[in-house]
C-alpha cells in the first residue's frame, strides 16, 4: 500500500469487479476505503474457486485495502447510518444504475444536501442521458454493445467475447481515474463534483482510439477498423517447438530481421523500407514472418531477436506467469497469511513509486468485518449496534 492519499475517506458501493477494481487500486494508493454491502454480501463473495463461502478467489482479488461493513439501507436506520458516514466522506462511489440508487435515497442530490463537497462518482452500464440508461449491464454484455465482440470474431465470422472481463476492468480503471480526478479537484477548487464514467460509452472511446480510422475524418475517408490488427498473419507464430510472438515494429527492425533470415531480397522491398507502404501492407510481412518462425525453435529465436533489439517474446500459458523470471524478480506475486483463508497469494499493486512511504496491505475481510468499528466511530453504542443488528439492519 502506498500512502499518498493518506486522509482521504472513499465509501465504496460498489459490487462485482468493475467498482471493486476501481475502489481497490485507491485502497492500494492509501485512501481509506469502506465497503458497503448489503447483508448478504457482495454476490462475487460467491464465484468460486473459494476456500469459505464468503472468499471466493475472485473476490479475494478485488477488495483488499477496504473495511468491510454491511448495511440494509433499504431500512431507515440504515440510511440514518450511511447519512452519518457521508458527512465525514470525501468520495462515494458507486457501479449501480443512477436509478436505482435515487430509489434507495443515496443519488447525487441526496448526499450533497448532506455533504456539499462531495465527490460522488457512478459507472452504471449505459450513460444516464441516454435512451438505455436504464438497461442493467454487465461484462458480456458490454464486449458485446461496444463491437468488441465482434472485432473478437472467429475465422467463421462468429463474434467472440475475449476471455477476460475486459470491460469491467477497462472500466473499472477509467472509473479510478474519475475519482482521482474529482479529488484533486475538490482539493484545489475545495468544490465537489458528480462524475459519471457509465461502461459503455468507456469502451467504445477505449477501442475507437485506434479503430474509429477512415471515421476519424468528416466526410469519413473509410470505414473503421485498424488493419495491423485484424491482418489474418496477426498471430504469434509456429516455431519448431512451440510458438513466439515476434513484432519487428520500426523500418530498422524489419530490415534487420530480414537481412538477419538471409532474406536480403526482402529487406530491400519498398513494402519494407517505406512506413506508409508497409503500413499498407503489413498482412504479406506478417505472412512472411508466419512462413519463417518455423525455422528455429523457440528459444533460439528469443537469443537471436534479443541481440537485435527486435521486439520479441515466448508465448506464456497463463500457469507459465508463476515462474517468469522477470515477475519472480520483481516480487509481483506475494504469498501472505490471510486471517481467515490461510496461506493464499496475490498480485501486489504493479506500481513502483520512490519517495512515497509504503505500508502493508490490508487483506480482503468478510462480510460486516468492520460494522462495529466504524458505527462506534460514528457515536453508536455496543448495545446499539447489537439491537440493528439484531434487527436485521446491520451485520457483524
Known amino acids: 500500500m502506498f500512502n499518498i492519499l493518506n486522509g ?32 448478504d454480501g457482495d454476490m462475487m463473495r460467491a ?16 477488495n483488499r485495502n477496504k473495511q468491510c461493513i454491511a448495511i440494509n439501507l433499504k431500512t431507515s436506520e440504515g440510511q440514518e447510518i450511511f447519512y452519518k458516514m457521508v458527512k465525514n466522506a470525501d468520495a462515494v462511489v458507486h457501479n449501480m444504475r443512477d436509478k436505482t440508487a435515487v430509489n434507495l435515497g443515496i443519488g447525487y442530490k441526496d448526499l450533497i444536501s448532506i455533504k456539499p463537497d462531495l465527490v460522488y462518482c457512478g459507472a452504471q452500464g449505459f450513460g444516464s442521458r441516454g435512451p438505455s440508461s436504464d438497461i442493467p449491464a454487465y461484462d458480456d454484455i458490454i464486449q458485446a454493445a461496444s463491437g468488441l465482440a465482434h472485432l473478437n470474431s472467429d475465422e467463421q465470422g462468429n463474434p467472440r467475447y475475449l476471455p477476460t472481463i475486459v470491460a469491467d476492468k477497462v472500466s473499472g480503471l477509467q472509473l ?26 468507456g469502451l467504445v472511446a477505449f477501442l475507437m482510439a485506434e479503430q474509429m480510422a477512415g471515421y476519424s475524418y468528416v466526410p469519413a475517408t473509410g470505414g473503421t477498423g485498424y488493419e495491423r490488427l485484424t491482418a489474418s498473419y496477426r498471430r504469434p507464430y509456429p516455431t519448431a517447438d512451440g510458438f513466439i510472438a515476434i513484432l519487428p515494429y520500426s523500418t530498422k527492425n524489419w530490415i534487420d530481421f530480414f537481412t538477419m533470415m538471409g532474406r536480403a531480397e526482402l529487406a ?27 525455422e528455429k525453435t523457440t528459444d533460439e529465436w528469443c537469443e537471436m531477436l534479443r541481440n537485435a533489439n527486435i521486439p520479441h517474446t515466448k508465448v506464456n500459458h497463463l500457469d507459465d506467469l508463476f515462474e517468469d523470471k522477470h ?17 493464499m497469494r496475490q498480485v501486489r499493486s504493479h506500481y513502483s513509486m520512490e519517495g512515497v512511504e509504503e505500508s502493508l ?29 439484531e434487527a436485521q439492519v446491520v451485520k457483524r
Open 176 to 201: 479510478a481515474i474519475g475519482v482521482l480526478g474529482g479529488l484533486i479537484n475538490k482539493l484545489r477548487t475545495g468544490e465537489g463534483a458528480f462524475i459519471e464514467s457509465p461502461m459503455f460509452e
Open 8 to 39: 482521504i475517506r472513499v465509501l465504496d458501493l460498489t459490487t462485482v469487479v468493475l467498482g471493486p477494481f476501481a475502489t481497490q487500486i485507491l485502497g492500494d494508493f492509501g485512501a481509506e476505503v469502506i465497503k458497503i454491502e448489503n447483508l
Open 327 to 343: 515477475l519472480r524478480q520483481v516480487g509481483l506475486f506475494e504469498e501472505y497469511e490471510h486471517p481467515t483463508e490461510g496461506p
Open 268 to 294: 530491400d522491398l519498398e513494402i519494407v523500407k517505406d512506413p506508409i507502404i508497409r503500413s499498407e501492407n503489413i498482412n504479406t510481412l506478417y505472412e512472411k514472418l508466419y512462413e519463417i518462425a518455423s
Open 47 to 62: 464465484v468460486r474457486p473459494g476456500s469459505s463461502d464468503e472468499m471466493g478467489a475472485g473476490f479475494v482479488n478485488c
Open 361 to 389: 496491505d490490508e487483506p480482503t475481510q468478510r462480510i460486516g468485518q468492520s460494522t462495529d468499528k466504524v458505527l462506534l466511530e460514528l457515536g453508536y453504542s455496543a448495545e446499539e449496534i447489537s439491537h440493528l443488528a
